[in-house]
Nanobody, 121 residues
C-alpha cells in the first residue's frame, strides 16, 4: 500500500502565498509523474500542475507564473509553491503519484486525501 499525505493548506488573504507538501510512503519501487489537482465546490477536479521523474513540469494556464511545482525524488515528496493567490484559487487540493511497486508492476495512480486552500478577497 502507498499513502500520500498532504499538508500546508489553510486560509490566506488574496495576494498571499502558501506552500503545499505531499509525501508518499509505503511499498514504493519507483514514482513516475507526480501532480496537484484541485476541486472547488460544484466543480470538477482540475489539473493544476504536474512534474515528471525527470523534472519536466506542466501547468494549467490560470496558475502559470504564480505557482511552482517541485519534487524531492529521494524523499518521494512533491511541493506546490503558490504565490499571488486569488479568491478563485480556493479549492481542495489533491496530490497524486504514479507508482510502481516493483520493476515489473504496472503503474498505479494514487491520491492523497486533500488539503483545503481558502483565499479571502
Amino acid at each position: 500500500q502507498v499513502q500520500l499525505v498532504e499538508s500546508g493548506g489553510g486560509l490566506v488573504q488574496a495576494g498571499g502565498s502558501l506552500r503545499l507538501s505531499c509525501a508518499a510512503s509505503g511499498n514504493i519501487y519507483a514514482i513516475n509523474a507526480m501532480g496537484w489537482y484541485r476541486q472547488a465546490p460544484g466543480n470538477q477536479r482540475e489539473l493544476v500542475a504536474t512534474i515528471t521523474s525527470g523534472g519536466s513540469t506542466n501547468y494549467t494556464d490560470s496558475v502559470k507564473g504564480r505557482f511552482t511545482i517541485s519534487r524531492d525524488t529521494a524523499n518521494n515528496t512533491v511541493y506546490l509553491q503558490m504565490n499571488s493567490l486569488k479568491a478563485e484559487d480556493t479549492a481542495a487540493y489533491y496530490c497524486n503519484a504514479d507508482v510502481q511497486y516493483s520493476s515489473r508492476s504496472p503503474v498505479y495512480r494514487r491520491w492523497g486525501q486533500g488539503t483545503q486552500v481558502t483565499v479571502s478577497s
